[in-house]
Every structure is written in C-alpha cells, then in structure tokens.
C-alpha cells in the first residue's frame, strides 16, 4: 500500500512542451506539496495545498501551476518547459498541526527537458 | 527567513564503525522542530530522526541518535555501528509551521 504516490516515475520531454505531474496520497492527511530537488540534490518546497487552499507559493514561474482537486491530489502542471525545469519533483503530505507536520514524501519524478 | 547549512558535503566511514555529520541553522523562532531524512539511492525521501526544540533530551532512534544544542543552534547526526545499507545522501532539515527548510546534503559513503 503505497502512502504517497506520484506519476510518472520518469518523464522525457522536449522544450516548449506543456506535462502534468499527479500525485494521490491514501494517508489521510489534509496538506500537499511539491518539491523540487535540483541536479545538485538540493531540495526547495515550490508548493503548499491545505484543504485544496494554495497557502505557500514560492518564487516559482508563473508556468508552475498546482491543482488540487481534492485533499488527496495535487497535480502539478507545467507549462512551456525549459531545460532548466529539468530535476527531480517530490510529491509530499502531512497532518497540518500549525507548528509541526511530518511530511511523508512520494518516490518522486525525474523530469528531463530535452 | 531560515537557513541550514551542512559544511560537509561528502563523508566516509568504514562498517561497523561510528560517523557523525554535522548541521547549523539559523532561525529566530523559539519552538521549531528539526530533522534528519535520508535519500539513498533509490532516492526515496525517509525519515531518519526528529527533535522538537523545546525538548532538552536528545532523540535517539536505534542507531540514529542526535546531539542538539539549541543555543548554538546545532543539530548533529550520529550513526552508530554503521552498516552498507546506511549508503545515502543525508538532509537535515529545519521545521517551522507548514515548511521544511533543507539543508544542502552530506553524501555518506560506508565501506566494507
């Protein structure tokens, strides 16, 4: 039983085009989020979802957008992708307590532009 | 805004041995939590071991223990009797509210 899942694991694309990403999480929780981890493994949050509510949006470019359609998905479509997009996006939830959430991450999604 | 460093960016240990990597964060807040997650090859994100700020008692986890010391605001990682499987990049990251601050990462290595 997978917590967190995301699709596709993998995605090979070429510049310009427009990809979705989904990610369901079975655990319950009622905030999401993306992160984007770079070709030096460096991890920054890009997105936060409570209860389908955006409540953190990074400097992200306005091609990055989140969707969530119900507390258990949040989908993140990207728009006119460019090489520099290319990284892995981890998927995330958690219980949202105010101080304290432990996130649970999804397996993630390798995404390279071509 | 919150920052943590890890100034190492890569280490080695051999089996069965001992391996501490090191972090500091910088933060104004009082009550926060912090953590350490461990990204091996598969690059699965899996919680190590968490600290609450508040709480004096360093947090141990079998192998996996913690040496916090809030006013200087360090947040170390000590693996004991380290084993092949312990192979992986490891993040500390900083807890405040609904976001995780990362730290750049240690790349740990265990050899046989």
């Known amino acids: 039983d997978t917590a967190v899942s995301q699709t596709p694991k993998y995605l090979v694309t070429q510049m310009g085009n427009d990809k979705s990403i989904k990610c369901e999480q079975n655990?319950?929780?009622?905030?999401m989020y993306w992160y984007k981890q770079d070709s030096k493994k460096f991890l920054k949050i890009m997105f936060s979802?409570?209860?389908?509510?955006?409540?953190i949006n990074e400097t992200v470019p306005n091609r990055f957008s989140p969707k969530s359609p119900d507390k258990a998905h949040l989908n993140l479509h990207i728009n006119s992708l460019e090489l520099g997009d290319s990284a892995v996006y981890f998927c995330?939830?958690?219980?949202?307590?105010?101080?304290?959430?432990?996130?649970?991450f999804g397996p993630g999604t390798r995404l390279t532009v071509l | 805004a919150q920052t943590v460093t890890q100034s190492q960016p890569e280490m080695s240990v051999q089996e069965a041995e001992t391996v501490t990597l090191s972090c500091t964060y910088d933060t104004s807040e009082n009550n926060y939590y912090l953590f350490w997650y461990k990204q091996p090859p598969s690059r699965q994100m899996i919680l190590v071991i968490r600290?609450?700020?508040?709480?004096?008692q360093n947090a141990t986890e079998n192998r996996f223990s913690v040496n916090f010391q809030k006013a200087a605001k360090s947040f170390s990682l000590k693996i004991s009797d380290s084993q092949l499987g312990d192979t992986a990049m490891y993040f500390c990251?900083?807890?405040?509210?609904?976001?995780?601050?990362f730290g750049a990462g240690t790349i740990l290595r265990v050899k046989s």
């Open positions: 979802y409570n209860n389908k509510e955006l409540i």
């Open positions: 600290q609450e700020a508040y709480k004096q």
């Open positions: 990251a900083f807890n405040h509210g609904n976001k995780l601050v």
């Open positions: 995330a939830s958690s219980h949202w307590s105010g101080l304290y959430n432990e996130q649970f």
């Open positions: 655990l319950g929780h009622d905030t």
